[in-house]
């Protein structure tokens, strides 16, 4: 569908008065910033109504129309339904018209360039970059067979909206069932590469991608403007756009960024400086609600130095203050002289910025005495997804462990905004009217620009900076969600890029607040449940130095955290340290057990990973005895139904189903899958793991016909809550080539399990101890073996082997299994002669 918007130009005229009204719809009520608009030369009665055929007005509607009508027909096949709904547009863009000029010169069609388009639109935070873009892009839609918008700036993502790209082109085999993209990194870059591959498809060349605020290829040079970041050359998220958009050979691609290294990427560039006296008068008088002609405007503009970014903060403030332009000209004069005397090195265009956001940033704690507050704790956080659950969710947990909190290490006040959604509003609503934040239209969230987050944490002082930095690594911490939240997954990956945000540049603190463990423990969490335990061990393990230095052994924040660490261990394999640190831990948590509930649930968690621990290692007694602890804890404190309690009756299945009790584990099973389905619902990720543990034991007892219908509903399912490189979705794969193999399918057992294998290398690396890998190698070598394939048995035991030696040791069952099976293999190996044509194509040496 193509839509074209326009707007009135005239006045109305009532009666004998004339111009009582500008307009009577204004153009920023008249049009969709997402869909291009246009002006007419009349008033709101004259809209459809015209002279003549050759009316000016009807000349260009007419066109328009002809434009839609024609659109369709142009690339059927490749048409895509333009997709800037996430773009930050505003309706109050003017200017830049010899900017625009210069971009339609290189981009429209008939540009004699390469055969893929690329500019570079680059300048000074807050020029209109990213409005210059759109505006080229809403002004020649018709010229496309389709407009993207992807987010460039962080390499996350980027990646996660270049991957969404896949649900709206016919490249199906990317997605699963409901057509959703993966969530994993594994989905993610076969959807980026699928999408690519489409885009390089012959005759489909005419679409244009905006990569927005891009920051960069890695170490770029530091400069010394606030506007570029004084830190910039240290900070860990800058990443190389190129591999993004080179292999594309076709296609229009604008990027817009800061960085003027990037401008080398491309023989046309486009640096936007400070705008004209013109545009500056309507950029002002556009947010300022005042005349062009009111005395003051022109001088203003030219102390602001022509700054569209602090012209409209300027319009802002004025129009909110209710200031004479003269009068705020005043203001302006005095600010700039504090400022330069205190930083006699800033430029004009800091000076201007700096200049307006201190006088807005005074005027707005005026009408309430937090916002400044507030505007330190958003500056460590990802600005453009602020939204009232990253304070909100986390209250309770934080009441629980930090109750006494001192002033100085997590504030009243924030406390306060937690529990009180109005008090939220009020304030985001004063950030909004001095332009510090503005509104997302597609979500519930807010934009902050991140100049203004620079600004902002450039002004701190060293104990504002440490007490806001911490505060955001609690709230993005404790605001993880609990297993019983039905948007459970999704608020995790909500969360993931404020972790890293509030991260950067977070010291080792030498003596950390509890307050701050209690966010990094949390935070710890969030990277494990999301696969990330390279970067969560590295993070967990430095909180838990500094933790047990600061606060001793047993402080329970402490112990949470080696806990969690515990947890990750097992993950990787690591099981003896997993072992002796959990059973360390779960001897001091049970020292000093506390009353609360909070610290109760921790006890019961150590309990639980410690029984699951145990079940790897093959202890089944005391795997059994921990995890009944564990079952009838979580049973007093929070009742049978309770998420955390049906978890307890899965994880006891588990053993009672390894021990050969299958009837017993049947009945565990089928009870926490009747609560799930009560408390949780079908589509839980945890309702999934208990159905997949039932099938596997109607595997065990030859009800395949069940089994498979299980497994195969939790195939398509699985990836859709966790995704595809999620070691529950693995998980199911191996289960499913077990299953095969009971049934006699050797070559569906094979096809399963070298999907799992895959999966296991590509997310935790071929050289991982992961006990689950290991079994997999195990199984996908007794399939080759059942099929005489003995090269691909052999090299898949071997792998299997020297994984369960080193993770569970010479003595263990499973490595004693292992080892008999490698030894029957060998001597077959032995006695016969080996056929090319029996071996596997997939399967290519061993794994370690």
Known sequence: ???????????????????????????????????????????????????????????????????????????????????LSRAPLINTFVGRNEELQKL??????????????????????????????????????????????????????????????????????????????????????????????????????????????VEGVPNPEPQNSLSEGVQAAADPSYYDIRPYY???CQGTIVITTRRRVLSELSSFNLELLEVSLDDGISILCDASKRSRHEEGVEALVGQLANFPLALHNAGCYINRKVLSTRDCLELYKEGSKVILAEKPLFSKYDCSVMTTWTKSIKAAQVEHASVRKILGVLSFLENSDIWYGIFALGYDRRITWIPNAKEEQFPSWLTSMSRDRATFDAIIEILGAYSFVSRKIDSDGYYIHPLVQEWVRSELSSVEHSLYQTAAICLIGTARPGLELPTYCSVQQRLLPHAYCSLKRFPDPEEPSEVALLGLHGIGYVFFERGRYAEGIELVERALASGREALGLENPLVLNLSSLLARFYRREGRLPEAYDLASQTLEMQDRTPGSNEGPLLEILETTTILGLICYNQGKESEAESQ???????????????????????????????????????????????????????????????????????????????????????????????????????????????????????????????????????????PDSLNVHMANTLFNLGDVYLSQGKLIDARDALEGAFEKRQNALGTDHEKTKQTAQKLKTVLQRLAEEPILKDTQSEEFVGSSS
């Not at 195969?712 to 693995?730: C, D, F, I, Y």
Request: with cysteine.
């Open 104 to 213: 339609e010169h290189c981009l429209l069609p008939g540009a004699k360039i390469q055969d893929q388009r690329v500019v570079i639109i680059h300048g000074l935070g807050g020029m209109g970059k990213t409005q210059l873009a759109l505006k080229y892009a809403l002004g020649h839609r018709e010229c496309y067979s389709g407009i993207l918008w992807l987010n460039g700036r962080t390499e996350d993502m980027l990646r996660n909206d270049f991957a969404a790209i896949a649900k709206k082109i016919p490249i199906r085999m990317v997605l699963d069932k409901r057509g959703d993209v993966p969530s994993d990194d594994i989905g993610i870059t076969k959807a980026i590469k699928a999408v690519q591959d489409w885009f390089n498809t012959p005759n489909n060349s005419q679409w244009l991608l905006i990569f927005d605020n």
């Open 1 to 83: 569908m193509f839509i074209f918007n326009f707007f009135e130009t005239q006045p109305m005229r009532w009666g004998q008065i004339s111009n009582t009204l500008p307009q009577v719809v204004s153009k920023k009520s008249a049009v969709m910033p997402e869909h291009p608009h246009g002006s007419l030369d009349v008033n709101h009665t004259e809209l459809n109504k015209f002279a003549s055929s050759e009316d000016a007005n009807f000349l260009k509607v007419r066109r328009e129309i002809e434009n839609a009508l024609s659109f369709d027909a142009k690339w059927p096949e490749f048409l895509l339904k333009p997709d």
């Open 246 to 248: 080179e292999p594309m």
């Open 627 to 765: 995890l009944l602890r564990a079952v009838d804890g979580r049973e007093r404190l929070l009742g049978e139904e309770h998420p955390l309690t049906l978890q307890a009756y899965n994880n006891l299945g588990i053993v009672y189903e390894y021990k050969g009790d299958l009837a017993i584990a049947e009945n565990t099973y089928l009870k926490a899958l009747s609560g799930g389905k009560k408390s949780l619902g079908t589509d839980h990720v945890a309702y999934l793991d208990y159905l997949q543990n039932l099938a596997n034991v109607y595997g065990k007892q030859r009800r395949f016909v069940e089994a498979e219908r299980a497994l195969l509903t939790l195939a398509a399912e699985g990836p859709k809550r966790v995704g595809k490189g999620h070691p529950s979705t693995l998980a199911i794969l191996n289960n499913l080539g077990c299953l095969y193999q009971d049934m006699e399918d050797l070559r569906e057992a094979e096809r399963m399990l070298q999907k799992a294998l895959q999966g296991y290398r590509d997310n935790f690396g």
